[in-house]
Structure formats: C-alpha cells, structure tokens
C-alpha cells in the first residue's frame, strides 16, 4: 500500500495532486465539502466564478477516477453556485445519476436585507453501479404515522387494487431527499475553531446512506474532520486531506476523542432515537 492511502490518515496539502497519486476505482464513497467561493477566508476566495469552475472540474475529475464503479461523490454547496458545479461534475459519471439533496436548517441568523438564508444543497453524483443503501439511513417516522402506523390503500392509489396495506418499515421512515438537521452556531458543543464546519448529523446520515460499515470513505476538504468522525461512529474506513495546519490539529484533537477508548460505541444520538422508536413499532 502506498503511504498516501494508508487508512485513517490526513494528508498534509493540496487535495488535487494527492487525488492524482491515488490508484483508479479504489474508493466506495467520497464527501467533498469545498470551498464555496463565497469570499469569506481566503481558502474560499477565487479570481472568478469561471476561475473557480475551472478548479472545480479539476478536482472533480481526479474523485471520479478514484471511486469504484459502484462508487458516488457528495458534493456540498449553496445553490447558486452547486447549479453550475453540477455542469462540469456531470460529465464525469457517464452512465450514472445525481440527485439534489437539500439541507434545510431554520437557525441561522439573517441579518441582511435579502431573502434569509435557510438552505445549502448536496449534489450526490453516483457511478453506474451505485445502489442506496436505504436501511442504514432510515429516520424516525413522523407523528401522524406513529398514530396511525398501518392503513390499507386508497381506491384511486396505484397500489389501490392490490389490497396492500401499508405498515412502517420497524427500521424507520425512507430517507428523503431534505434533511432538516440545525446548522451549527457558536456555544454548540459539537462546534470546533472551524467557520463552516458542517453539522455531524448531516454527514452521518450522507455516509450511512451512500456506503456500507467497511467501505472506504475519502474526504479531500476535511475542515475539522466532520467526515471522518462520522466513519469512526459508522464503522467505515477514511482517507482525507486539508491544507490548513490548524484545522489538521483540530482533526486530530476530534477522531482521538471519537475514536478513543469508549469513544467509538458506533451509537450516535440519532441512532438511540431510531431504537427506540423501532422499539414502539414492535
Ligand atoms: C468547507 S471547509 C470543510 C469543512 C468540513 N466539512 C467540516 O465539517 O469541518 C473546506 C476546507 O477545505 C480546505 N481546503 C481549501 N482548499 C483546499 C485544497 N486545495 N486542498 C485541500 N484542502 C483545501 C480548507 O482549509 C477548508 O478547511
């Protein structure tokens, strides 16, 4: 194995030549949470819009060839920008698919005078060979079905004239396609030094649903190491790269504390939420 794919390490650099060292179709899944270009540090700066859709489709190009046939890419943005993103990423999965995935959150301050801002997207672009894997992502149901948990098919339902009665699934409901999860403020014990540091919750359920305990997960923009923590808590093995020094320390500060000693149950909040409403489904 070469020392730049050695698992559960952080490459020290620039993500687009350390992409290019990997070997073709090794990768399950990769988490990509680049810089937006919304000018706010300097690593999120770039000459031009053009400019950064240039870069953009460099390092798009380098993930698609690492990942597996089976493989798929997140690629987390605001959609302003995500809609032209998916233009030069599309073209990298031939054959495949993308969905738009929306993460809605209703706690951020606007202070602004423009519409308030309340969501940001995640393209997931997969490889032919991509299956969801639907159960290990599963939410708790909503009130209303908890109350009402099984009910046979109305008449003008396509499913109307098979007698199908509907009951929950005892692993929960079907993910969908927006994930409302609060984005972190200040004061959160889950926030590090990092400004954009994306919500464990969100990514835990991005990971779970896209590959299997095992898989390898890459993360070529780690921050402070969102993904990785959320390997360590799923039980799926990581590669990761970051520029930034302070932000490498921060990562290593977070995965020795998750994957430490009784650190690593692999059950996170949402999952004690899930047993437990799986428990009252019984
Ligand atoms: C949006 S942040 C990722 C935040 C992360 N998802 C988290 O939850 O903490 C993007 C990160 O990419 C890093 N970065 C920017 N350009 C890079 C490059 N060319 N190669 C590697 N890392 C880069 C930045 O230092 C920054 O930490």
């Known amino acids: 194995m070469r020392s730049d794919e050695r698992t559960g390490t952080v490459h020290a650099g620039d993500a687009i030549p350390w992409l290019r060292r990997l070997r073709p179709q090794t990768v399950d899944l990769i988490f990509a949470d680049p810089p937006y270009n919304a000018g706010r540090e300097a690593w999120d700066t770039f000459e031009s819009g053009a400019a950064y859709l240039e870069w953009t489709a460099r390092w798009v190009r380098e993930a698609a060839r690492v990942l597996k046939p089976t493989g798929s890419l997140y690629v987390c943005g605001f959609s302003e920008v995500l809609a032209d993103v998916k233009g030069v990423a599309q073209p990298h999965f031939p054959g495949g698919s993308c969905?738009?995935?929306?993460?809605?959150?209703?706690?951020?301050?606007?202070?602004?005078?423009?519409?308030?801002?309340?969501?940001?997207?995640?393209?997931?672009?997969r490889m032919p060979g991509f299956r969801l894997n639907v159960d290990e992502a599963r939410v708790p149901y909503n009130a209303h079905t908890l109350r009402y948990p099984s009910h046979p098919q109305a008449k003008s339902s396509r499913y109307g004239d098979q007698r199908y009665v509907w009951q929950p699934n005892p692993l929960g409901?079907?993910?969908?396609?927006?994930?409302?999860?609060?984005?972190?403020?200040?004061?959160?014990?889950?926030?590090?030094?990092?400004?954009?540091?994306?919500?464990?919750?969100?990514?835990?359920?991005?990971?779970?649903?896209?590959?299997?305990?095992?898989?390898?997960?890459?993360?070529?923009f780690a921050g402070s190491g969102t993904t990785l923590v959320a390997c360590e808590l799923t039980g799926r093995r990581w590669l990761a790269c970051e520029l930034d020094p302070g932000y490498r320390a921060a990562i290593a500060e977070r995965v020795q504390t998750t994957a430490g000693p009784g650190a690593a149950s692999g059950v996170g909040r949402a999952e004690t939420v899930r047993r437990a409403q799986r428990r009252k489904l019984r």
């Open 99 to 125: 969905r738009w995935l929306i993460w809605y959150y209703r706690n951020k301050a606007n202070l602004g005078r423009d519409w308030g801002r309340a969501h940001e997207s995640v393209l997931h672009l």
């Open 173 to 220: 409901a079907k993910p969908r396609d927006v994930l409302e999860i609060p984005t972190l403020t200040n004061g959160m014990r889950e926030k590090t030094v990092h400004p954009t540091q994306k919500p464990l919750e969100l990514v835990r359920r991005l990971v779970a649903a896209a590959s299997r305990p095992g898989d390898l997960v890459l993360d070529p």
